[in-house]
T-cell receptor, first 116, second 108 residues
Framework: GAVVSQHPSWVICKSGTSVKIECRSLDFQATTMFWYRQFPKQSLMLMATSNEGSKATYEQGVEKDKFLINHASLTLSTLTVTSAHPEDSSFYIC????????????FGSGTRLTVV | GQQVMQIPQYQHVQEGEDFTTYCNSSTTLSNIQWYKQRPGGHPVFLIQLVKSGEVKKQKRLTFQFGEAKKNSSLHITATQTTDVGTYFCAGTNNDMRFGAGTRLTVKP
């Protein structure tokens, strides 16, 4: 089946630094990538949707200059949390929709970000 | 590490038939959530189960959480074409881990 590899699984960084999270579709072409975050005991919150080669569409309330999304190829999308602060600590997960296999939507395994 | 296995990966049913998807975790979970994602959409939260042996119903959907809090199921009675989509479980221990999802198609 379709696999989306998300790295890193967890990361601890200092306040003010930037962190990049990668999602790669391993056996299909991800034409659309969704990025979510989740706070403890809450459901997923959609942050943005990106299509290959175009700018991401951000949900209301999500700072596009803080959460940089790049979807430069059909197999790779990245989310960079810039100038991270403790309130950015959360669980981030990507979900890819692709072609070439009719796999539907596939989630990455998620990234636990802790900003200290 | 913690893993959540979900089966089946795909399920095709005739409208009116029942459907069940199962999730199993390698570790005891604090809770499990279920999501539905329609084609072209993003996952939508359905429900959260917390208690051992818990059973919750939403119209034709029945959710169960196992006694050991390691497995869960979603059962849909008399499927309709509006049930089409991918159903994900997500189990939480220290972190949330998602199952691979079950893609349901319904033939009218």
């Amino acid at each position: 089946g379709a696999v989306v590899s998300q790295h890193p699984s967890w990361v601890i960084c200092k306040s003010g630094t930037s962190v990049k999270i990668e999602c790669r579709s391993l056996d299909f072409q991800a034409t659309t990538m969704f990025w979510y975050r989740q706070f403890p005991k809450q459901s997923l919150m959609l942050m943005a949707t990106s299509n290959e080669g175009s700018k991401a569409t951000y949900e209301q309330g999500v700072e596009k200059d803080k959460f940089l999304i790049n979807h430069a190829s059909l197999t790779l999308s990245t989310l960079t949390v810039t100038s991270a602060h403790p309130e950015d600590s959360s669980f981030y997960i990507c979900s890819a929709y692709g072609t070439g296999g009719a796999y539907g939507y596939t989630f990455g395994s998620g990234t636990r970000l802790t900003v200290v | 590490g913690q893993q959540v296995m979900q089966i089946p990966q795909y399920q095709h049913v005739q409208e009116g038939e029942d459907f069940t998807t199962y999730c199993n975790s390698s570790t005891t979970l604090s809770n499990i959530q279920w999501y539905k994602q329609r084609p072209g959409g993003h996952p939508v939260f359905l429900i959260q189960l917390v208690k051992s042996g818990e059973v919750k119903k939403q119209k034709r959907l029945t959710f169960q959480f196992g006694e050991a809090k390691k497995n869960s199921s979603l059962h849909i009675t008399a499927t309709q074409t509006t049930d089409v989509g991918t159903y994900f479980c997500a189990g939480t221990n220290n972190d949330m881990r998602f199952g691979a999802g079950t893609r349901l198609t319904v033939k009218p």
